[in-house]
C-alpha cells in the first residue's frame, strides 16, 4: 500500500453488483400482474459496501479511503469498476478483486407509495481468487483508522472470511462497524481475542430491527418496515446476547428501523445493557419520491465517519468543517449527564450513529444508491434532538428509567 498522509478507512464489501433502477412515472404505484412502462431507467453502483465507499466519498473527497471486494468481469462488472474509480479514483480499488465470474445484477423498482428490490444471485468466488484478497488485505497491516464490514458473502467464502480479513486490518486505534450478519460467531471470537490482547479498537454491530428479532428468533408483530414494539426488541437482544455472547467484543448494537425511531444498545455493562431512543430526521414525502435503497448502508457510513472523527486527536476530515461542531457539542451533551452512560466511549458512538441516521435520510432524497448533498446533511443535523435513555435492563428485570 502507497503511504497516506492518514492512514484509511477501510470499506470491506465482498458483495457488489450493478444497481439498475428502473423508476415509475409520478405518482405512480407497483401493481404486481400489471404492465409498468419506466420513466427512465439508471445505473449504478450496487452493495452494501460499495455503497458505504460511495456515501464516505460524499462526506469527504481528501480522507484517503480503500475498498476491500470482488468485482465480477463481464460488462457489468466492468461498468462497476469503471464507476467506483470514477468515483473513488483509481488508488481506492488497490484492494480489488476481480473474480472469475459474472458480475451480479440488483433491480430496483421505484414507485410513489415503496421501492422493490430484485436481487440476483452471486457468482461463487474460487479458493485462489479469495487468497488474492487476504493477501491484498494483509497490505493494510492493521493501519486502518475506520473498518466498516457489509453486507453477505458470496458462495466460496467460508463463514471464517470476515474474521480473518478483520485480523488482518484492525489494528488498536481502529473503529468498526459492523452491518453483516454473515459469519458472526466467528467474528465475534476474533474481536473477543483482539480486544482482550489490546490489539483491536471498538466495534458495534448496526442491524435493523428486523434482522435482528430474525437473529435471536423472536417473532415480530408487525411486517419487516412496520415499526418494532419495545417488549419485543427487549426478547431480542437478551436472545442475542445469549445465542452470541458478545461481552468484550462489541460496544453496543446501532438498531434501526425505518422511518421509525432507531436505537442503540449500550453493552458496556456485563450484565446489564442501556437502551437509547433516537428519532430519525423526517422527511415529506408529499413534495417529492424518496429513494430509500442504500441509506441503510449511508446510516453505516456516517457512522463510522463521525466516530472517527471523535476518536481522532489530531485534524480528521472524515465529515464536513460544517458539521464536526454540531456533532462534538452532541457528544458533550450526553456525556454529560453520567448517569446514563457508563462512558464518553459510549456517548461518542450514540452522537456518531445519530449523524449516521441523519445521512440515511438526506441519502433517500437522491436518487443514486447512498448519495448524499452535505447541505442536506447540515439541515436535518441541526434538527436533531439528544437521543433519550428508554430503560436500563438487567437478565431479570427491567428497571425503567
Known sequence: MQPTEQPPMVVVGLNGALQKRFILPQGDNLIPGNVHRAAKVQDGVGGKGQDVAIALSCLSSTSPQQLVQFVGWGSAGDAVYDMLVDRLGASAMSLTVRSNTEMRTCTSIVAADDTTELVEPSGVIGESELQELYDKAGQVDNQARGVSIMGSMPPGCPSSTYATLYG???????????????????????????????????????????????????????????????????????????????????????????????????????????????????????????????????????????????????????????????????????????????????????ASFSFGLVCGSASCLQEENSVLQVADVLRLLQQVQPPKLVLTESLTKIQKA
Not at 465475534?188 to 437473529?215: D, H, T
Open 168 to 350: 488482518q486490518i484492525a489494528g488498536p486505534s481502529t473503529v468498526c462497524v459492523v452491518d453483516s450478519v454473515a459469519g458472526i460467531p466467528e467474528l465475534i471470537a476474533k474481536a473477543q481475542q483482539m480486544r482482550q490482547n489490546n490489539s483491536a479498537g471498538p466495534i458495534i454491530f448496526k442491524v435493523n430491527a428486523a434482522e435482528l428479532c430474525k437473529l435471536a428468533s423472536v417473532s415480530k408483530s408487525k411486517s419487516e418496515t412496520g415499526g418494532v414494539h419495545l417488549d419485543e426488541l427487549v426478547e431480542a437482544i437478551q436472545k442475542f446476547d445469549a445465542k452470541f455472547s458478545p461481552n468484550g467484543a462489541l460496544l453496543g448494537l446501532a438498531v434501526t428501523d425505518g422511518k421509525h425511531p432507531a436505537y442503540f444498545v449500550s453493552l458496556v455493562g456485563e450484565t446489564t445493557f442501556q437502551l437509547f431512543r433516537i428519532q430519525v430526521p423526517t422527511l415529506d414525502t408529499n413534495k417529492r419520491t424518496l429513494y430509500p435503497i442504500g441509506a441503510g448502508d449511508a446510516v453505516a457510513a456516517g457512522t463510522l465517519a463521525a466516530w472517527v472523527n471523535l476518536v481522532t486527536d489530531d485534524s480528521c476530515e472524515t465529515i464536513p468543517n460544517a458539521c464536526q461542531k454540531l456533532l462534538s457539542d452532541l457528544a458533550m451533551t450526553l456525556s454529560s449527564d453520567a448517569k446514563f452512560l457508563d462512558s464518553l466511549d459510549i456517548a461518542k458512538v450514540i
